[in-house]
């Protein structure tokens, strides 16, 4: 017999054992963005959304990657929609400029055009750093590309560079801390992280 959510008894589903039911109602309460540990994309995927970790955030996250290295063990489905910017740096893959599309269209079409339109007029408005919020923090806080970054402008010269440091920032950097807590939490439930690749994508993407 099931309890629910109001304390009442159900049937459990059958297909699998209540342990999978269970699992299925864990990762949908984790992984849901009204949490506030993930945020979602414009298409809707799910990424880390701290940069900045407490200690409890790390426990929590954690808690996440042993309820993904749980349902790779068993074969089961992460319902959870994951952007793959995030899946790559989680499975340790490389990534692309190209993929900054999958965090924001408009941030991507902006990198390309200044790395190819921009003027220096324009260039010079941007310093080599950055700002962002972590979680649902309202304070803003300011990321250093080099020493002094917020004190020096982008040039023609560096604009290559810059554009690769805030895709960086976002595909990765943003998201390591939490991403390699997640990655603690699957090991401790796997024996050893060398699982397929191609069928961990595939557990955890949904395909």
Known sequence: MFIDENGQQEQGIDGGG???ELMTLLQRQLLSPTTGLFRATEKGELYPAYTDLSEALQRRYRFVGQVLGRLLLTEQLCEAPFAP???NLLLRSPWRLSDVRYRSEEMY???LYLRSRATDEELAEYMMSIQYRNGDDDEMK???FQENGDK???RRDTVQLYTQYVAQFYLCDSILQATSCIQVGMRDVLSSIDFSLFDAVG???GA
Do not use: A, D
């Open 18 to 20: 209540l342990s999978r």
């Open 85 to 87: 910017f995030f899946l």
């Open 109 to 111: 079409r902006s990198l």
């Open 142 to 144: 300011t990321y250093l």
């Open 152 to 154: 020096v402008s982008v």
């Open 203 to 205: 557990v955890l993407s």
